[in-house]
């Protein structure tokens, strides 16, 4: 007789590997955008799909957050950006030298081993020795204990992120 719970693991595979699918394709046209626009509707993508594999491990909540937070404010905020902007017939084109080219190549290969290297030598937990309270009260205690100064780093970044595009509308349309 078959058993009963293989055909729901692999489904459950499935959604994990669609996901990971969706964010990787989705930061893949976040790099490769010749504008920023699409640039940006790859990193949608990108966050939704990281928001589809918050969901697929268990937190609904921080999955809604995702897609409430980042999809939804910072986006817009990244649209309000580009609008404020020079537009691409504005921009003259810059033309890459090889060199250029071949050094970030380099430094993109160093920091992809760097990753690779990290995640090799990490003592991994299963799941399902951490935490089984994934309920709002519960996120919001380590939020604001345990994960307070990642909270505010996140904070200080969308800070900076307000005062570059700032910056970028005083002297896009100026001119």
């Known amino acids: 007789m078959a058993d009963p719970v293989l055909p729901y693991q692999f489904v459950s595979e499935i959604f994990f590997c669609g996901f990971v699918v969706l964010a990787l394709s989705g930061g893949i046209i976040a790099v490769s955008a010749r504008y920023l626009l699409h640039a940006l509707l790859g990193l949608v993508v990108t966050l939704f799909g990281v928001a589809g594999l918050y969901l697929y491990l268990g937190s609904f909540f921080i999955s809604l957050m995702q897609v409430l937070i980042y999809v939804g404010a910072i ?3 990244i649209v309000f950006a580009i609008m404020l902007t020079e537009t691409p017939d504005q921009v003259k084109e810059n033309h890459k030298s090889g060199l250029r080219s071949f050094l970030a190549a380099g430094a993109g290969l160093a920091a992809l081993s760097c990753a690779f290297q990290f995640i090799y030598l990490t003592e ?12 709002i009260i519960a996120v919001g205690k380590r939020l604001l204990t345990e994960y307070c100064l990642v909270f505010e780093m996140i904070s200080l970044v969308l800070l900076f992120a307000i005062i570059g595009s700032i910056i970028l509308a005083r002297g896009g349309r100026g001119n």
Do not use: E, I, K, N
């Open 75 to 77: 986006c817009v905020t």
């Open 124 to 135: 991994w937990q299963p799941a399902l020795s951490r935490t089984d309270d994934f309920s």
